[in-house]
Antibody, heavy 119, light 116 residues
Framework: QITLKESGPTLVKPTQTLTLTCTFS??????????VGWVRQPPGKALEWLAF???????RYSPSLRSRLTITKDTPKNQVVLTMTNMDPVDMATYYC???????????WGQGTLVTVSS | QPVLTQPPSASASLGASVTLTCTLS???????VDWFQQRPRMGPRFLMR????????SKGEGIPDRFSVLGSGLNRYLTINNIQEEDEGDYHC?????????????FGGGTKLTVL
């Protein structure tokens, strides 16, 4: 059974850095073709892709957010970490951890974690 | 990069059928699109991928046969037959494009399906 679960702060202040952790099970980031990433969804709005990291350490970022994002992996711990710098109230959203397989579909999603940005 | 356009809302009666549309921007008629279902207050789940014809690969885990897809031209369709109350929610389409530093993954705006 494949599961992904997001963890991190529910509230951050403007200008702070957000750090989110995805802990997954049922697959390994050491397997060829496997990628894990992040997608966010502001309340009542559309989904927005943020980043992927792959089994071979390849990283991909949303062009509009590239300068603020870093994605890393800890393969033995089955974890992926996303950091987003200089948080702003417009970054308030539910952040989802996702799996992507063999450069294909996003086939599994976590339950999401709501992050509020407020002073 | 492609732009995916979805009607903001759709409705269908219990037991009826509905077809949702995701339209790719011009020049992307060969793109594959993923469909996702998001029930109220839940995270999205993968339904299936569609290209220029039928489904690409396999359906997501536990997706019933009532769900099917078709691709034609710039349109990617998701059809739900014998609609159930549990089908109410938002339906999103998404697609990847490019390689290397030019890679992007884009989503449509989503369609809210109401079951009457």
């Amino acid at each position: 059974q494949i599961t992904l679960k997001e963890s991190g702060p529910t509230l951050v202040k403007p200008t702070q850095t957000l750090t989110l952790t995805c802990t997954f099970s049922g697959f390994s980031l050491s397997t060829s073709g496997v990628g894990v990433g992040w997608v966010r969804q502001p309340p009542g709005k559309a989904l927005e892709w943020l980043a992927f990291i792959y089994w071979d350490d390849d990283e991909r970022y949303s062009p509009s957010l590239r300068s603020r994002l870093t994605i890393t992996k800890d393969t033995p711990k089955n974890q992926v970490v996303l950091t987003m710098t200089n948080m702003d109230p417009v970054d308030m959203a539910t952040y989802y951890c996702v799996r992507r397989l063999n450069w294909g579909s996003i086939d599994y999603w976590g339950q999401g974690t709501l992050v509020t940005v407020s002073s | 990069q492609p732009v995916l356009t979805q009607p903001p809302s759709a409705s269908a009666s219990l037991g009826a059928s509905v077809t949702l549309t995701c339209t790719l921007s011009s020049g992307y008629s060969n793109s594959k699109v993923d469909w996702f279902q998001q029930r109220p207050r839940m995270g999205p789940r993968f339904l299936m991928r569609v290209g220029t014809g039928d489904i690409v690969g396999s359906k997501g885990e536990g997706i019933p046969d009532r769900f099917s897809v078709l691709g034609s031209g710039l349109n990617r369709y998701l059809t739900i037959n014998n609609i159930q109350e549990e089908d109410e929610g938002d339906y999103h389409c998404g697609a990847d494009h490019g390689t290397g530093i030019n890679f992007v993954w884009v989503f449509g705006g989503g369609t809210k399906l109401t079951v009457l």
